[in-house]
């Protein structure tokens, strides 16, 4: 099974973009990547996901390497409801979690 | 389209008493995951269900947890009897093909057994 890393934590300020990164050295060349948050006491959340070229939406934005073994979500402008976990799925679609990235947002 | 719907919310039980948690998903999806969140040990994957059956429950944690997913609409987790140290966080979610488009989760249920 491929398997992702990402660091277990990172802080921003309100206002500024945040870059969460992602390796997935593993992933094979079909599979998708995916990006859940999951806010406190809730469930998780989709974000985003890609195969090969960078995808915006709504919510964030991601940037997929070329080789595709890494990728970085992207918020653009921080706000204090975007503190949650963020999880780099696997290309799984069992859908493993792993500890994900607890991002903390200052005012 | 109101997402996955779980119930209860909350549940408090006794030990050794039967709790069984619902799950509704999303109309037109193929596929049923439930999940388990501790502090301790994260998002587990416990069983999933591809167009009702269940494909991998390598995840259930002993015989005493059983799911079961009778219609396209409904599934259950029951755990017969309850332990203490399964107070935890239960979440369905749900998806459509093979989740290109994402996954949906429920709310989730807040088990816990005293």
């Known amino acids: 099974d491929a398997k992702t890393t990402q660091p277990n934590s990172m802080e921003s300020n309100e206002e500024e973009p945040v870059h969460l990164p992602c390796n997935h050295s593993?992933?094979?060349?079909?599979?998708?990547i995916h990006w859940y948050r999951q806010l406190p006491s809730q469930g998780p959340e989709y974000v985003i996901h890609?195969?090969?070229s960078n995808v915006n939406n709504r919510m964030a934005s991601l940037a997929i390497a070329e080789d595709r073994k890494s990728s970085t979500l992207i918020l653009h402008r921080a706000t204090l409801r975007d503190a949650a976990v963020y999880y780099c799925?696997?290309?799984?679609?069992?859908?493993?979690f792993g500890a994900g990235t607890t991002v903390t947002v200052r005012a | 389209d109101a997402g996955v719907i779980q119930s209860p919310r909350h549940e408090v039980t006794e030990m050794g008493q039967e709790v069984t948690l619902r799950c509704k998903p999303i109309?037109?999806?193929?596929?049923l995951f439930w999940y388990r969140q501790t502090m301790m040990r994260g998002l587990e994957l416990l069983i999933y269900?591809?167009?009702?059956?269940?494909?991998?429950d390598s995840g259930m944690p002993e015989d005493r947890f059983s799911a079961k997913m009778p219609n396209a609409s409904f599934s259950t987790l029951k755990i017969q009897p309850s332990e203490p140290r399964d107070s935890a966080v239960y979440f369905c979610?749900?998806?459509?093909?093979?989740?290109?488009?994402?996954?949906?989760f429920g709310s989730g249920t807040r088990l816990t057994v005293v």
């Open positions: 109309s037109g999806h193929d596929y």
């Open positions: 269900f591809n167009n009702n059956v269940p494909i991998d």
């Open positions: 799925i696997p290309p799984d679609y069992k859908l493993s």
């Open positions: 979610a749900s998806s459509a093909d093979r989740g290109e488009r994402g996954y949906t």
């Open positions: 890609g195969l090969t």
């Open positions: 593993t992933i094979s060349g079909t599979d998708y």
